[in-house]
């Protein structure tokens, strides 16, 4: 009987790490983000950034990542937060969204942490004036909560398209 209550808490432990994903967390002023360890391609230092003329106000401008031109999106503006000075600490996370690399700028790293999926609340909609779409969930870690985002929907497919138009408008320049 010991036997088998043993292989049961060993198949629930299995099952409860099968429903563990991994998530990079970081920073964005006092609050822990993270976004699917698959979709960060890489992190990378604050580098020279090209700024495009007439781009939306979070686009920062492109960068040339070993030849290819990648938008760089400052996720404080996104956030519609206030905009910060960059420090040593500040990266820029290249991520996929919708097949396409985008870095995003970020306060600093934090981690690569398990969460369960069943720990991931859905997002309250708080009002009509909060942008909530691109936030897949709370999650909470000891005691920290950690808002959880969508890469997929961090970028709308409007402001994509005017990403990919802009960084076709800068190489043709550059050409």
Do not use: W
């Amino acid at each position: 009987m010991k036997e088998i209550k043993t292989m049961d808490k060993r198949k629930q432990t299995e099952a409860e790490i099968e429903e563990m994903e991994q998530y990079v967390t970081f920073t964005i002023g006092n609050e822990v983000y993270g976004v699917e360890v698959l979709k960060v391609q890489e992190i990378i230092g604050m580098t020279q950034i090209t700024h495009m003329p007439n781009s939306m106000r979070f686009m920062k401008g492109v960068i040339n990542l070993r030849g290819s031109v990648v938008p760089v999106v400052d996720m404080r503006l996104k956030l519609e937060m206030e905009e910060q000075e960059y420090t040593k600490f500040t990266v820029i996370l290249i991520i996929e969204v919708k097949g396409t690399l985008v870095g995003i700028i970020v306060d600093a790293v934090s981690d690569v942490v398990g969460l369960p999926l069943s720990s991931i609340q859905e997002t309250p909609h708080f009002s009509a004036n909060i942008d909530t779409d691109y936030i897949k969930g709370i999650a909470k870690k000891a005691e920290q909560l950690i808002i959880v985002l969508d890469v997929d929907k961090i970028l709308s497919s409007e402001e994509l398209e005017r990403l990919d138009k802009s960084r076709d408008e800068n190489l043709a320049v550059k050409n």
